[in-house]
């Protein structure tokens, strides 16, 4: 092996290397993350009889394609009405009921995340 091959060589080893690192940080930082948040939602969900923060479910994605977190409300109300339905009207709120943004504010905490994650990656080096 020349010097140029050799060189070539340790330098895409490299950049295996630094990617694997990336990917590792990314996926720390949005489990933390979707936890983070989950907790916020749950915290701030409107408790009435317990059934709609009952219902809220945090369930993991990692397949070949993807990678994060599915969080929601899951199942209906006693009366039938889903409970994501009725979390996104407590969100959101109508003419007679004010909104209580618990989604909304948990979800804006997610501004900054690529820089949290650089933050992250840079530990790791």
């Known amino acids: 092996m020349d010097g140029i091959t050799k060189q070539l060589s340790e330098f895409f080893e490299r950049i295996d290397e630094f990617s694997d690192t990336a990917i590792i940080a990314l996926k720390e930082q949005i489990d933390i993350e979707a936890n983070a948040v989950f907790e916020e939602i749950k915290a701030g969900t409107p408790q009435k009889t317990g059934g709609l923060k009952n219902s809220l479910i945090k369930t993991s994605i990692n397949n070949s394609k993807r990678y994060g977190h599915k969080i929601e409300y899951e199942g209906n109300a006693?009366?039938?009405?889903?409970?994501?339905?009725?979390?996104?009207?407590?969100?959101?709120?109508?003419?007679?009921i004010k909104s209580k943004k618990f989604i909304t504010k948990a979800i804006h905490k997610l501004k900054g995340l690529d820089e949290r994650v650089s933050k992250r990656f840079e530990k790791r080096k």
Not at 78 to 96: E, Q, V
């Open 78 to 96: 006693p009366d039938g009405t889903p409970y994501a339905k009725i979390a996104n009207i407590l969100n959101y709120g109508t003419s007679t």
